[in-house]
């Protein structure tokens, strides 16, 4: 077949939890063009009228994988998430393996193996007694190996997306601790999901 005759794969691709799902992608997407479908879905942290949203949880966010999918009427489709959204699809993965065709992610915030869990939050829970500012700083600083400088911010003011950032990664931590979060432990105990690539 032609490479002008195949159907664009469809993709759902997940943002961490600092940048806009269009931001973070959009070097990528200009680099595959036209052979994907892509859904870019936000996380639900920053989707409603306040961040976080009334009863915002870990499940919102896998729910939320799940609408937008629907939405753009894929039953089954790819799935890649970067940080927080690595997590969200790692997770989503093991609870839904039925609609994942492969799973991708680069540096996923957690596994969800219970050591890997332990060390999250000695790392992030520290961070929620910080003022928003300090909260930023601090978690941009453990992006970065410890034996480097993070970057400076950009010249001009920080971007409007920018102020929701420190409550959205206050609520994404809290959430990732959470009983929920305990329960996609235990079923990804017995190994990583199954992913699978078309041909």
């Not at 077949?1 to 939890?17: A, E, T």
């Not at 003022?131 to 601090?138: C, G, S």
């Not at 420190?166 to 929920?180: H, K, M, N």
Request: a negative charge.
């Amino acid at each position: 077949m032609l490479r002008s005759q195949l159907q664009p794969v469809p993709v759902v691709f997940l943002p961490g939890i600092l940048m806009p799902v269009a931001v973070r992608y959009r070097a990528l997407l200009g680099a595959l063009g036209g052979d994907a479908r892509p859904v870019l879905k936000e996380l639900e942290v920053y989707g409603g009228p306040s961040v976080p949203p009334p009863g915002y949880s870990l499940k919102a966010e896998l729910d939320g994988i799940a609408d937008a999918a629907d939405a753009a009427g894929l039953e089954a489709f790819h799935l890649y998430g970067h940080s927080g959204g690595g997590a969200c699809a790692l997770a989503f993965a093991v609870l839904h393996p039925e609609r994942v065709l492969s799973l991708a992610m680069d540096e996923p915030a957690t596994d969800f193996d219970a050591e890997d869990l332990r060390r999250m939050c000695e790392a992030n829970l520290p961070m929620l007694e910080l003022l928003p500012d300090e909260l930023v700083r601090a978690f941009t600083r453990l992006l970065v190996r410890s034996d480097l400088e993070p970057p400076p911010p950009p010249d001009g003011p920080p971007p409007p997306w920018m102020s929701t950032r420190p409550p959205g990664i206050s609520a994404f931590i809290r959430a990732l601790v959470d009983s929920t979060c305990r329960s996609i432990a235990s079923a990804t105990s017995a190994g990583p999901p199954t992913t699978a690539t078309g041909a």
